[in-house]
């Protein structure tokens, strides 16, 4: 054979293999990190993660697949999560598996209604935390895979950091007997909808039906008012309420507020009658009401009593 020919099959052969060791996965669309030892291989592909995106100072949810496409099996794995800036977890970062079936057992082994093996695939989840001052923006979480202690690869999954959830003041602004009223604002820099409001200690309400308001949507800078039948009570000093909405991405939030609240004890709630919150015209003047129909009963028996004398 031709030297040339040779020397040229021999480059195509080395540069296959050096692909096939090294193909990149760097986004969500199904491209896959490649790891080769000996006759297992695994392709790594990132599933999903959750919520999309995340934010700052929070955590989320990765899932991440194995697949492990040579021929024999793959002995003693461990695949772990590299927890470097903005990335961390309180949780074990590392999972091992003793076997993972090579396509030979994969097939082999292949179950009832099953098309493609799925012995030879496993799924990872791992809970992650994002960094409260991790920059707005892509960031890679570092991913790594060993066979038998031998490191295989390294994979960089990309997760995207946004800010997309707001922020909420709550105050008291008004009592009396019957009802409390408390006023929300919107004081992060993302609009909320769907906004639900609750009294997480529904004991201290008159009816536990009404623990729960629909408030809809406040943008940047809106506040709403909202009234809450409380009983009551001074020894009650605060009051904490669940705020739940959904921010600008579609996810929903829930977050909890304690209001400083000074709520009259029962003997004291008549006083408050004066702030004429949510009293009829009669109960507001009905002692002012019986005068004048006492005055005037007087008046018709006086007359009747005068004509019969007459």
Known sequence: MNKKIIILITTLLMTFSSVFASINQTDMSGNSNVGVNKDAAFIITTLKYEPYPVNAGDWFDVWIQVQNIGQNDALNSKFEIVP????????????SFNTISGTINANKNLKSGEQNPQENIVVLKYRVKVADNAKEGENN????????????????MPIYIDKTKTDFKIVMRDVNSRRTTFSIANIGEKQASAITIQVKDDSILLDKTNAELILGTLNIGEF???SFPIIPNETIKEITFDIGYTDVSGVRTNIEKTVPVKILKEDETADLSKSNLS??????YSKELYGVFGLIAGLLIMTLINKRKK
């Open 84 to 95: 470097e800036y903005p990335f961390s977890t309180n949780e074990n970062s590392s999972q």
């Open 141 to 156: 979480l570092k991913f790594k895979a060993t066979i038998s202690g031998v490191n295989v690869h390294s994979y960089d």
């Open 224 to 226: 709403s008012t909202m």
């Open 279 to 284: 009293l009829t015209f009669y109960e507001r």
